[in-house]
Structure formats: C-alpha cells, structure tokens
C-alpha cells in the first residue's frame, strides 16, 4: 500500500475505541497524540525497511576470515552453509571482559528458541573476541545449545606459518648445497621442488580443516600436537 492511500495517523488515532477505565479528557487527548506519534513511527520504520530492502549489492568480500568454533576452524564462506544470506551477531565479550555484556546475553538468550526456525531461510552466527573455551564456559553456564564461535587471531596465524615455512625450508636449504654440488639444473630443480612443496601444503591443509571439523573442540590441542611432532622431526632430523 502506498503512502499517499493510507489514512492519516491522527485520524486512526481518533478512530480507536479502546478507553481506559476511568480516564480524564486529558489523557484521551494526549493517549491519542501518542497513538498518532507511534502509528507514524511504524510506518517510518516500514519505509526505512523497504529502502534497506532495495539496497543494490554492497562490495565483494575478497579476503576470507576464518573462525575458531566448537567444531574446529571455519572460514567465513564456510558460515553461509547452504544459505545464501548469513547474518553474524557480533557478542561483546572480548578477551579482557570479566563477564560477557549483559545486554548481548539478554538478547542472545531469546533468540535460542527461535533460531531453527530462523535457518529454515538464513545462516546466523554468534562470534566473540574471547577465547572459544570462554565461550563455550558461558554457553553452558546459561544454558544455551548453539554453537558460538570466535575471529581466529590472523597475525598469530600468519606468524606460525611463517616460522613453520622457515623451519621446514631448512630441509631444502641442505638439499639446494646438495644439487649444487652435483651442477643440477637451478630452474628445474627449484620448480619441482617448490611444485612439490605446494601440493603437499595444499593437501595438508584440507586433511587439518576436515580433521578439526571431525574432532571438534579438540582441534587446537591435535593441531599442537602435530606441530609439536613437525618441529621435533625437523630438529632430530637436521640433527
């Protein structure tokens, strides 16, 4: 229905035939310029909600966040599921907050019965800054069922991939003296060896995501594991 076919707020507001018991005539005349008000608030909001609704679509995301869960590592594009539409609630409870924020908790809880109906169309998730343990810790201290999750820590990421790289390329560094030794070829030896390299990387880092999604709020402890045993291979092996 368009604005210009609706009848005025003030007009509907007189219309209404719902008295309090005993009421003066002030306080119909100001319960009416109340009605009024909020009749026009409602419909403001109508229009504000068609606008958001023909919004053209916003940039790409072109970097991919990932996401420590309950079920191990997920990135952003993991959250949509089979959903076209995801929707992220970002809960204030950071790393050096005592108690998460009271207001998000309220919130939170009432949307616990409602959310399988909710994902019958969209994907929603609850992220935090804290440590997923916290989450999970205050999860189960009201009761709640739904996973929640937390923005993996990239720069620390970053830097254990960075460390890992130049441990491991230690390996390749005696292997390089060696073929240099022995005049091999630079470019094929450094393309097969970098192709190598990829391939297993590649196929490490699915079998570690499918890994993590299987064991889930285990993942972080077999993922120190296995890089406990990686730098350890490395040292008694260069030993």
Same mark, same amino acid.
């Given at each position: 229905m368009s604005g210009s076919s609706l009848k005025p707020a003030a007009e509907l507001a007189r219309a209404n035939t %719902?008295?309090? @018991?005993?009421?003066s005539a002030e306080y119909r005349r100001a319960r009416e310029?109340?009605?009024?008000?909020?009749?026009?608030?409602?419909?403001? /909001?109508? !229009?504000?909600?068609?606008? !958001?609704?023909?919004? @053209? @679509? $916003?940039? %790409?995301?072109?970097?991919?966040?990932? +996401?420590? $869960?309950? #079920? $191990?590592?997920?990135?952003?594009?993991?959250?949509f599921g089979n959903k076209q539409t995801l929707v992220?609630?970002?809960? =204030?409870?950071g790393p050096q907050r005592e108690k998460p924020c009271p207001m998000c908790t309220s919130f939170m809880s009432t949307w616990e019965a409602k959310l399988p109906d909710i994902e019958q169309r969209i994907a929603i998730v609850f992220v935090a800054r804290s440590p997923i343990a916290r989450l999970i810790e205050a999860k189960q201290a009201r009761g709640w069922t739904r996973p929640r999750a937390r923005p993996l820590d990239v720069i620390s990421v970053v830097w254990l991939v960075v460390l890992l790289a130049f441990a491991l390329s230690l390996d390749n &560094?005696?292997?390089?003296?060696?073929? #240099?030794?022995?005049?091999? @070829? &630079?470019?094929? %030896? /450094?393309?097969? =060896? $970098?192709?190598?390299?990829l391939v297993l990387t590649v196929i490490g880092l699915e079998l570690g995501r499918q890994l993590g999604t299987r064991v889930g709020e285990r993942s972080e402890v077999f993922s120190g594991i296995v890089l406990i045993a990686a730098g &350890? +291979?490395?040292?008694? !092996?260069g030993g």
């Open positions: %719902a008295r309090a @018991p005993n009421e310029q109340l009605l009024a008000e909020e009749i026009e608030l409602r419909r403001h /909001a109508e !229009r504000v909600a068609e606008l !958001r609704r023909a919004l @053209p @679509p $916003g940039g %790409a995301v072109t970097k991919n966040y990932e +996401f420590v $869960g309950e #079920g $191990g590592n997920a990135t952003l594009s993991d959250l992220i609630y970002s809960y =204030m409870f &560094l005696v292997v390089g003296i060696g073929l #240099g030794l022995l005049h091999a @070829p &630079l470019v094929v %030896a /450094a393309l097969f =060896m $970098g192709l190598c390299s &350890l +291979f490395v040292l008694f !092996r």
